[in-house]
T-cell receptor, first 110, second 113 residues
């Protein structure tokens, strides 16, 4: 059975801290791994990763994929209160649907 | 350009009733997906369309659930004889084509009393 596991389930840090969110997966027919940020209802796209070892970066956020060890990390540096959200990791399989983890709830304290 | 839109944003219904949830994808996107998200969980796949046809409906939980996309754009998810366990946020996503990034709408929060 395809599985995506995120850790930690929740995280509370102070503004300015750096956080690392983890996503591991056990799936057949892997195509890509995606990160989304969900603040209220709509998950908003952050990154799509298909190749190992190539870091994707957008401002204070960055992510990397390790296809040998089957995991990805999402880093956020100099966190701000606006970063508070649930961060979802999803794996795209050969059949096009996304399989999601349960998410990491990140809370930034001012 | 407009993103994915979904209506209604909230729907409260009684057990046993029929509901329809609508999704308007991003213009030009040929692939459309429906997911369901229960509290504290990640979204779970229901069905996806490539054009007008349902390419994969393996996630629909039972035959009370049905979805259509008659003209290859707007899609409607239909739930018959709703049950309390159907209460969830129903998310729609679209992508330029199969295998491309999926962009999500704001969802419809369904509450079955």
């Amino acid at each position: 059975e395809d599985k995506v596991v995120q850790s930690p389930l929740s995280l509370v840090v102070h503004e300015g801290d750096t956080v690392t969110l983890n996503c591991s997966y056990e799936v057949t027919n892997f195509r890509s791994l995606l990160w989304y940020k969900q603040e209220k209802k709509a998950p908003t796209f952050l990154f799509m990763l298909t190749s190992s070892g190539i870091e994707k970066k957008s401002g204070r956020l960055s992510s990397i994929l390790d296809k040998k060890e089957l995991f990805s990390i999402l880093n956020i540096t100099a966190t701000q209160t606006g970063d508070s959200a649930v961060y979802l990791c999803a794996v795209s399989l050969g059949n096009e649907k996304l399989t999601f983890g349960t998410g990491t709830r990140l809370t930034i304290i001012p | 350009g407009a993103g994915v839109s979904q209506t209604p944003s909230n729907k409260v219904t009684e057990k046993g009733k029929y509901v329809e949830l609508r999704c308007d994808p991003i213009s030009g996107h040929t692939a459309l997906y429906w997911y369901r998200q229960s509290l504290g969980q990640g979204p779970e796949f229901l069905i996806y369309f490539q054009g007008t046809g349902a390419a994969d409906d393996s996630g629909l939980p039972n035959d009370r659930f049905f979805a259509v996309r008659p003209e290859g754009s707007v899609s409607t998810l239909k739930i018959q004889r709703t049950e309390r366990g159907d209460s969830a946020v129903y998310l729609c996503a679209s992508s330029l084509g199969v295998g491309e990034t999926q962009y999500f709408g704001p969802g419809t929060r369904l509450l079955v009393l």
